[in-house]
C-alpha cells in the first residue's frame, strides 16, 4: 500500500538513546548516566520559573532578547551575535539544516557526541567519522578528512563521552586548516567545568574568524536540563540565517526566567564547579586504585575501560550497579562497548558507586 515516505537518509538514523532514568528499578535511585549536575539550578532559577506560571497565556519575546542580555553581561559578548534555543541541541539541528544538504559532507570524531551523526543525516548529508588518538580529537586526521564537500567540522571541547579536550593552539590549528566555507562548530557545553589554562571555549575563536560558532547550554553546569536551554554565539551572518529559520517562539517565558535567573546567580556556579572539582578527582583516584582504566576528564563525567573477562565487562558491571540503584551509561553506541560513563553525583552517589565497583571487581567470577 503507498504511504508517505522520509526523505533519503532519515530511515538510516539510528534514535538517540538517552541515559537511563531508572524507572522500573526498585528503592532509591541515583541517576549517573547523563552528566546532570547533583546541585540542582540556582533556587533564584527554580523561583523564576514558578512565578512564570502565573502567566502562561502570553507568547514570549521571540528573540530571547532579556535572556541574550544577560548571556552578553555574563561573557562580554554582543548580544546581537547570540541565538538562544530549545538546548543546544536545537542550535545544532538549525546549523545542520541551514549549512548541509544531499551531498554535502560533514565531518564527527570517532567518539564524538552523538546528535552530530543524527543532525547531518536530517540534512540529508553525509556524516565522515574521524578516527581520535588516545580518546582525543586528532586534528591531523580531521584535516586529512576534509573533501570539496565538506561543509560543517564538528568538535564537543570538551568531548562527551571521553571527557578530553583540545587546548587553544590545536584548536587554532584546526580552524586555520579549514577552508573558510566550511562550518567549525565548537560544542563547548562542558566549558564550565574546565580548569585548565591552555583551554578556550571558542569565545576569542568566533569573535576573529568568518567561520567559527560556539554552542552552549543551560542543562549541565547550571542544572536546567528539563526546560530546554540552549545558546549560540557566532558570526552576524550566522545570526542573520538561523533567524530566518528559528521558530518564531522557539524559547519558552519559564526558561527565559529561569535562565536568566541562573546565568546571574555566579555563586551557584561556583558551587557547583567546586564540587565536581573535588569529586572527580576523588572519583578517579579510588576508582583507578580498583585496577579499572579511567581516562583523564576535564568535564563531570569519567570514563572508565573495564576488562574484556567473563565476570568483569561493563555490560556486568552495568548490570550490578543498576540492581543497588546506581544508573551509569554505557557507551556502545559511541564505540566504547568496555566503557562506562559515570557522571559526578552526590558525595553520597559517589561513595556507593565505589563501594559497589570495589565489590564487583572483588567478587569471584
Ligand atoms: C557535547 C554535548 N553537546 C550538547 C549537548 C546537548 O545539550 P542540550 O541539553 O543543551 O541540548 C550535550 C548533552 O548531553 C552534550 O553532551
Redesign the pocket.
Known amino acids: 500500500m503507498s504511504r508517505p515516505v522520509p526523505k533519503p537518509g532519515i530511515l538510516d538514523i539510528a534514535p538517540y538513546t538517552p541515559g537511563k532514568s531508572g524507572a522500573g528499578v526498585a528503592g532509591r535511585v541515583f541517576k549517573l548516566s ?2 546532570e549536575t547533583p546541585l540542582g539550578p540556582s533556587p533564584k532559577a527554580i523561583a523564576a520559573y514558578k512565578a512564570a506560571a502565573d502567566h502562561l497565556e502570553d507568547y514570549p519575546e521571540g528573540s530571547s532578547r532579556v535572556l541574550r542580555e544577560a548571556i552578553g553581561r555574563a561573557y562580554g559578548l554582543d548580544p546581537d551575535r547570540i541565538i538562544c534555543g530549545a ?4 542550535i ?1 539541528n538549525f546549523l545542520a539544516h541551514t549549512y548541509l544538504g544531499p551531498g554535502d559532507e560533514a565531518i564527527h570524531t570517532a567518539h564524538g ?1 552523538l ?1 552530530y551523526p543524527i543532525v547531518t543525516k536530517a540534512a540529508g548529508a553525509k556524516i565522515v567519522t574521524v578516527k581520535e588518538k588516545n580518546l582525543r580529537a586528532d586534528v591531523d586526521a580531521i584535516l586529512a578528512a576534509v573533501t570539496p564537500r565538506t561543509k560543517i567540522v564538528f568538535l ?1 571541547n570538551p ?2 563521552p571521553t571527557g578530553s579536550y583540545l587546548p587553544v593552539d590545536e584548536v587554532k590549528r584546526l580552524q586555520a586548516g579549514l577552508r573558510p566555507d566550511i562550518l567549525f562548530i565548537l ?1 563547548a ?2 566549558s564550565e567545568y574546565v580548569g585548565k589554562n591552555d583551554y578556550e571555549c571558542g569565545i576569542e575563536l568566533v569573535a576573529t574568524s568568518n567561520n567559527v560558532v560556539m ?1 552552549r ?4 553546569i547550571y542544572g536546567l ?1 528539563a526546560i ?3 545558546w549560540l554565539y557566532a558570526p552576524a551572518h550566522v545570526v542573520d540565517v538561523l533567524n530566518r529559520i528559528r521558530g518564531p517562539f522557539n524559547v519558552s517565558i519559564p526558561a527565559l526566567k529561569a535562565g536568566i535567573a541562573a546565568i546571574r546567580d555566579i555563586a551557584h556556579v561556583e558551587k557547583a564547579r567546586a564540587h565536581n572539582d573535588k569529586w572527580i578527582a576523588w572519583l578517579a583516584e579510588e576508582i583507578a586504585r580498583l585496577g579499572l582504566h579511567v581516562a583523564p576528564s576535564v568535564a563531570n563525567f569519567l570514563l572508565v575501560r573495564f576488562p574484556d573477562e567473563p565476570g568483569r565487562t561493563a555490560k556486568e558491571a552495568d548490570a550490578f550497579l543498576m540492581k543497588r540503584g546506581l544508573i551509569l551509561r554505557l557507551v556502545a553506541s559511541y564505540g566504547l562497548p568496555d566503557c562506562i560513563r559515570l557522571t559526578v553525583g552526590t558525595e553520597e552517589a559517589n561513595r556507593l558507586v565505589v563501594a559497589a565497583l570495589a565489590d564487583f571487581m572483588g567478587r569471584k567470577s
Not at 538546548?87 to 536545537?90: A, M, R
Not at 547550554?217 to 549541565?220: A, L
Request: charged share 20%; glycine share 8%.
Open positions: 547523563a552528566n538546548g543546544s541541541d536545537e545544532l557526541f546528535v564537543a568531548n562527551n560544542d557545553a562542558y554552542t547550554t543551560f542543562s549541565k536540563a530546554r536551554l540552549g
